[in-house]
């Protein structure tokens, strides 16, 4: 493992680490198959972490780190709001999942997941899924999402673009007085399973939609899968109404935030923001921002579900619930003077300050 900020000492080798103190961060390394994964555990005050695995090249070390500790972070407030019990973790493993996933590297990590005896509960992200988590749920109790087929709820990605379609609904509710996308053009960036899910859900709605997308196979495959999509090179900046951020984080910046037109933005992807200042910017040109961590809850609903054992159909209306959420949260920044972000955070603050000692 590479040292960053050796001078500052484990504690301060990361601002995220730093700023929001992590209950636990274990890295895992295992030579004969390959795996180099860090799983974070923020907060176990609700109930264990659970948070999904996340295979990527990172560029580097610095930034796996960086990007486990803000995800799990983002997981501890995303549970609370969600209503669920569950703390916050996330893991990810290092690596291009096209060419280095591998049932051995599942079962090392899910070999190290199983010795925090159930503090951490692992799901799906971005570079695995359901397969990865069949393979995982054979060494290690700790798993949800898993196929039908092996005891599990199947797939996320419908219920998470249930939960973005509810939130978006609320966002055009508090923007135009109606809750719906009828007549309005959406920009979905990213159509990978969620992007997807969301897109048949607006076109359904009544609503236009265009996307983009860096994989030039999940393109063609939404173009002929949905033949009413345009297809662009960056909805990000086109004149769109909605702008849905459904792929990496951090596509929020100070220089983006000055260029997009749209009037409401509401997406999948976590940590859209680059930094804080960016929603004020957002504020500051009128334009409502739905926080991610409340818009993307459908998957945890899913998989809490899963672990107790719900019917599919109170799972769904669980999801259904995220729309007065919203309308909530959005509702109180207007009153407050506030921005989204805030008013969310307090939302979810409010049900972690009432447990006593914890952790987050």
Known sequence: MTVVHSEAGVFGRSHELSARAHEQVVFCEDDRSGLKAIIAIHSTALGPALGGTRFHPYADESAALQDVLRLSWG??????????????????????????????????????????????????????????????????????????????????????????????????????????????????????????????????????????????????????????????????????????????????????????????????ANNQLATPAVEQALTGRGITWVPDFVANGGGLIQVAGELRTAAPAEIDDEVAEIYPRCREIIAAAKAEGIGTGAAANRFAERRLDAIPGRCA
């Open 75 to 268: 997981m501890t407030y995303k549970a609370a709001a969600a209503g669920v019990d569950l703390g916050g973790g996330k893991a990810v493993i290092i690596g291009d999942p096209a060419t280095q996933k591998s049932e051995e590297l599942l079962a090392a990590y899910a070999r190290f997941v199983e010795t925090l005896g159930g503090r951490y509960i692992t799901a799906g992200d971005v570079g695995t899924n359901t397969d990865d988590l069949d393979v995982i749920g054979q060494h290690t109790r700790h798993v949800t999402g898993r196929s039908v087929a092996a005891g599990g709820s199947g797939d996320s990605a419908r219920l998470t673009a249930l939960g973005v379609f509810h939130a978006m609904r609320a966002g055009a509710e508090s923007v135009w007085g109606a809750p719906t996308l009828a007549g309005r053009t959406v920009g979905i960036e990213g159509v990978g399973k969620v992007g997807r899910e969301l897109t048949a859900l607006l076109l359904a709605d009544g609503a236009e939609v265009c996307v983009a997308d860096v994989n030039e196979a999940a393109l063609h495959r939404i173009a002929d899968e949905q033949p009413a999509v345009r297809l662009l090179s960056t909805v990000a900046t086109a004149p769109v109404d909605v702008y849905a951020p459904c792929a990496m984080g951090a596509t929020l910046t100070a220089s983006s935030a000055a260029a997009i037109e749209a009037t409401l933005i509401c997406g999948a």
